[in-house]
């Protein structure tokens, strides 16, 4: 029977193996293969996996997030051209802007919604002694949000992170399932364009069906878990989930509780 650290790892690994740009540079690697310049699929690999990220851009954006790396401005507008010329991006040049033209597949942007963050804790996380642990078994960082260098020695309390890591924590089944805790959509708001809102409640539906899915994988593997935390550059302490938040949205809150809990008496 595999055990909870066992699965912890198991867990570390899927994170490890569903980061976003790797994923999509491996992905758009098969289509650069076939690019008749070999020094330059690197180059269209990187510019597919960038008009991926934005769907849409135009040219001062792409050239700025692909120059100098690739050469100067102008030679990465020209290589832009060229690839838009072979087909492999399309251009809209009313609007003057880059299209994707490659998806990849249903059943890679399922692992990448479900893994590419780092999953609640089924086990206790390991005790943080100095600042480049985040308290999971395999997956490296810092105790600082986004890990500023500046940080690598300097006198943290790390006592402080332990303690909130090792708080024991729940999800509420009866909030999940019942329609009393069913998420409530976005709502527009005043003055907001309509495709900008349904392009906002779309992406909230989708996170909560993602969250809905990682919280039963979780509650089929173990009936608590820990979030980790890390301080920002203020010294304020967030916690590191994303489909599972005790700072997330309203909905994300109230899916958790203490795994501990008291009976409380008294006169109300």
């Known amino acids: 029977m595999t055990s909870l650290r066992e699965k912890q790892t198991e867990l570390e690994i899927l994170f490890n193996k569903n980061q976003l740009l ?35 851009a135009d040219v001062p954006t ?20 060229l690839i838009v010329e072979l087909d492999y991006l399309d251009y ?14 249903n059943d890679i942007v399922e692992l ?3 893994y590419q963050y780092p999953l609640p804790m089924v086990c206790k996380p390991e005790k ?13 960082g810092s105790v600082i949000l986004n890990g500023s260098p500046y940080f690598k020695d300097k006198d943290i309390c790390l006592d402080h992170l332990n303690r909130a890591n090792s708080v024991a ?29 349904r392009k906002r409640q779309k992406q909230s539906d989708v996170f909560y069906a993602v969250s809905v899915k990682v919280m039963n994988e979780l509650l089929s593997v ?14 304020r302490s967030y916690s590191s989930g994303y489909h599972v938040n005790t700072q997330g949205t309203a909905y994300n809150k109230a899916v958790l509780q ?3 809990k008291e009976l409380v008496e008294g006169d109300f």
């Not at 009313?94 to 597949?105: Q, T």
């Not at 729940?170 to 907001?192: C, F, M, W």
């Open 22 to 56: 790797p994923v999509l540079r491996e992905q758009f690697k098969e289509i650069s293969v076939e690019y008749h310049v070999e020094e330059d699929r690197p180059f269209v690999e990187e510019a597919l996996t960038q008009i991926y990220l934005h769907r849409q």
């Open 62 to 81: 792409m050239v700025g997030i692909l120059s100098p790396k690739f050469g100067t401005a102008q030679e990465v507008a020209d290589k832009l051209l």
């Open 92 to 105: 809209d040049p009313e609007k003057e802007r880059f299209m994707v033209k490659f998806d990849i597949s």
């Open 112 to 114: 990448l919604d479900k």
């Open 128 to 140: 943080i002694t100095h600042n480049g642990q985040t308290g999971y078994k395999t997956i490296k």
């Open 169 to 197: 924590l729940a999800l509420d089944t009866d909030v999940i399932t019942s329609e009393q805790g069913k998420y409530i959509r976005p709502t527009r708001n005043h003055g907001e364009d309509f495709v900008d809102f």
């Open 222 to 235: 173990s009936d608590e878990l820990h979030l980790t935390h890390k301080y920002d550059r203020r010294g």
């Open 258 to 260: 203490f795994a501990n």
